[in-house]
């Protein structure tokens, strides 16, 4: 397999630890281990009871279980606890895919969630997410693109970078739609935590045998550094990807599957006040978008903790972002990274005060390069 250059994740190397603001992150303000120790009661004592032994391929049986717990009605058969949702979007991919299937992906995408199915050799399909409609994916686009001969559908409800989501009715025609032609439903539901004006919508891996559903607690839970993410799908699907990970990562680490556990185990500890912190932050950037809508403009994102603004035209974004991390030493990531150069993900999930000085130094370049013009 021969792969893309990954251009987030390239973009991220170069300035994510080069700058001293970030606003161009997907995910809620980290958490420090102090922290998680408190929220969750964590005594010493239980850190210093854990044995550095091998876990289980398909992960330790009781984070498995508490998992279970939270999305598949307790059966922990569905359940594969991953080294972040990177590494269950590769399995998922390399297990599943063959050269030539026909893959159906969302237009702006993460891209590893469409480059590793290119890699395979499969063939791509875009399911357009049009600015001039919120980037509200249009389920009618399903009549000329799914077909008998598509093998996999893959999408990311509430949307990163855009934040759009469905709800649960169209959420159900979706897996509808997918089983009408047999094709995977590949689901990542990374912000399904993180909604503003509606219900977070439901795990929808009981609905079809034939979806396959992601998760991670690099986003909503704030924790990208302890690497652990999750894959829901039926016991028949999972035992594919068994195989791969003995070429790869064997299992997880017994540290790391413990303090997961102990989230799963309480996620609103974590999640409602990152959440509360986030609704706060959208806020407030949709209140500075409005002062500078003379060059800059987006929709409310109604998940996750990203937008997706549009710049004028005639700017070349990608040198703004440049500039903004390398004399303003503010993180911003440019469109190009999702096949849309006249955008940027713009990320509210930091602190308000990372927020706002990341805003302020972001409204400074920008009047002073329109003033040149």
Known sequence: MKFEQALLEDWMRKYYFEVDFDIGSSGVEDFSMAEIRGLLGIDLEELDDIVFHDSETLGGST???????LYTGGDSQRVMVTHGSTEANFLIMTGLLEAGDEVLVLDPFYQQLYAVAAAVGCQLKR?????ENGFQPDLADLDHLLTPNTKMVVVNFPHNPTGATLDAAEQQELI???REVGAYL???GAFTELVYDQPKLPEPVLEYERVISMGTMSKAYGLPGLRVGWCLAAPEVLEKFVLLRDYTLLHLSPLVEFVARKVFENPDKLLAPRREQARQNRAVLDSWISEHRDWIQWTLPRGG???FPRFPEELDVEALCHKLALEYRVLLVPGICFRHPSHVRLGFGGSRKNLEGGLERLATMMD??????
Do not use: H, T
């Not at 984070?63 to 717990?69: D, I, K």
């Open 63 to 69: 984070v498995r279980q508490s998992l279970a717990n």
């Open 127 to 131: 399911w357009p997410m049009r600015s």
């Open 176 to 178: 509808g739609r997918c």
């Open 186 to 188: 590949v689901w990542d």
């Open 305 to 307: 903790v990203s937008g």
């Open 368 to 373: 002073r390069e329109l003033a040149k013009a």
